[in-house]
């Protein structure tokens, strides 16, 4: 009898315990500014399984017509911004510290002609394809992100030993890790492993090289890395996704929370990529509804969200919804795809999209530029999208988005904006390093530039110079040399 009563006692006790949760800490970001969390330490502490490498299959090419829309016009590399690596949205970002002094102009960058450069908003590396597909990477590499077996920061572009051979049609970076795609459909990936970000069935803490992701699906056409997970698409247009759901930006109507104990939280991480199945609309008295027919064939992650459009021009978003980024006209997080109202309309289809760490931008049928979400960190934020009226009429031809900044190949110049902090990444010289409004970078002018991309505070572009006047240009361009 006393027995079963000290139970009941210890039963009630430990209910009321379990039922006294308290708030986990808010782990900080090591990112300067940084509005969005990472990964907390203790989802780290999981037990760590290592990847188990997919078997090679033998793999067919994509259709050449196909790879050939990947083939783009090599051009000579231009880089701006900060170059000292390792300082990259690092709070201590001490001058005396830097590897190289921030270059605020454009400067050529190694001899060799690129055909697809890549960076991404919340990264410190970049990827670069040569003409005849073999894949150079540089920057930082404190977690193999370059893909050379090691940790060793690079300033120069080098091959990836294991990709050689390979013929790279697309790749993507985030915060520390690179997915890259071969002209087989194929996605290798490396770098930081924690939150299952590589796909590669487990969380390893580091990929230090490129490893096949666990996909074995249709082929894949194109990559996208947010801050910590990836994005896939299949040649029949569907999404697949892996990595953290903290804010539901996997869209798969979760966002992975569960406590390990009772003040301890950590996340269900997708390892292996896992498709995307709904896609819904929401009318304005609530009602919600799940949208047909879906076949995406772009989409841009930010640090913590998408933004995908369809065949039919419709454009959906979901993950992180502070700062009005989704363009729900609302702040709240979605899980699920949500069909952005504002594009669904006749004439308002969308043709492109480019997410910033805090923002999202989209360029309509009718070639206008609209925003949603906020690069600043101060003042008003864009709810839904707006148009942005200084570009208004320009022929916008390649748009590159970085932490904070926005730099855009339009007509025959360059475009650029960024509020401070900035590090050169506007290329608009060291005495008005910073604009809050869209100003022209004369010193492009006339220089064709095919290419934009943006790492988190450093752009790189490729200009076109088979014309006579732009490589007399080119020539009285400064050069870097790390």
């Known amino acids: 009898m006393s027995t079963n009563a000290s139970r ?126 073999e894949v150079y990477t540089f920057g930082r590499n404190n977690c193999g992100q370059l893909g050379f077996g090691d940790t060793t920061t690079r300033n120069v572009p080098e091959i990836v030993p294991a990709l050689k051979g390979q013929n790279i049609i697309h790749a993507a970076t985030g915060r520390n890790h690179t997915l890259f795609v071969t002209d087989t459909g194929a996605v290798y990936a490396c770098g930081d492993n924690k939150s299952g970000q590589c796909g590669v069935g487990s969380t390893t803490p580091q990929v230090l090289k490129p490893t096949r992701i666990r996909h074995t699906g249709a082929p894949i056409v194109k990559v996208g890395c947010g801050a910590e997970f990836s994005m896939i698409l299949d ?87 502070g700062f009005g980024r989704l363009g729900h006209a609302e702040q709240k997080d979605e899980s699920v795809p949500r069909l952005i109202k504002y594009f669904d309309t006749q004439a308002r289809g969308v043709r492109s999209v480019h997410c910033g760490a805090t923002y999202s931008l989209a360029v309509n049928e009718l070639g206008a530029l609209f925003m949603f979400g906020q690069t600043k960190r101060t003042g008003e934020a864009n709810m839904y999208p707006k148009p942005v009226q200084d570009l208004t009429g320009w022929n916008i031809r390649s748009i590159g988005t970085s932490n904070t900044s926005i730099v855009i190949a339009a007509d025959d110049t360059l475009v650029a904006w960024g509020v401070a902090p900035t590090y050169g990444e506007l290329g608009t010289g060291d005495i008005n390093k910073s604009t809050a409004r869209p100003r022209e970078v004369s010193r492009m002018d006339g220089l064709n530039i095919t290419q934009v991309t943006m790492g988190y505070s450093h752009t790189l572009l490729l200009c076109d110079d088979t014309a006579e006047e732009v490589k007399q240009k080119l020539a009285n361009l400064p050069s870097f040399v790390p």
């Not at 903290?246 to 979760?254: D, M």
């Not at 819904?280 to 799940?290: M, Q, W």
């Not at 949208?291 to 419709?314: E, L, M, P, Q």
């Open 8 to 133: 009941k006692r210890a039963a009630a006790g430990n209910s009321v315990r379990s039922s006294k949760i308290r708030k986990p800490r808010k782990h900080v970001s090591e990112d300067e500014d940084s509005n969005d969390s990472t990964v907390s330490e203790q989802a780290q502490e999981q037990p760590q399984r290592s990847p188990s490498p997919i078997v090679d299959q033998p793999m067919i090419k994509l259709p050449e017509e196909l790879l050939k829309t990947f083939y783009k016009t090599p051009g000579v590399l231009m880089i701006a911004g900060l170059v000292s690596w390792d300082l990259v949205a690092k709070r201590d970002n001490n001058p005396s510290k830097r590897s190289h002094p921030n270059l605020y102009t454009f400067h050529k960058f190694t001899d060799l002609k690129y055909r697809l450069i890549v960076s991404g908003c919340s990264s410190a590396h970049s990827v670069l394809v040569s003409e005849e597909g």
């Open 235 to 321: 040649c029949n247009g569907a999404l697949h996704s892996f990595g953290l759901p903290e804010y539901g930006q996997l869209g798969h109507n979760t966002d992975g929370k569960y406590f390990v104990t009772s003040t301890k939280l950590s996340y269900h991480f997708e390892t292996v990529p896992k498709h995307i199945a709904l896609f819904f609309e929401k009318s304005k008295d609530g009602h919600i509804s799940p949208v047909k027919d879906v076949d995406i064939v772009d989409f841009s992650c930010g640090n913590n969200h998408t933004v995908a459009i369809d065949s039919k021009k419709r454009a959906y978003s979901w993950g992180f919804g």
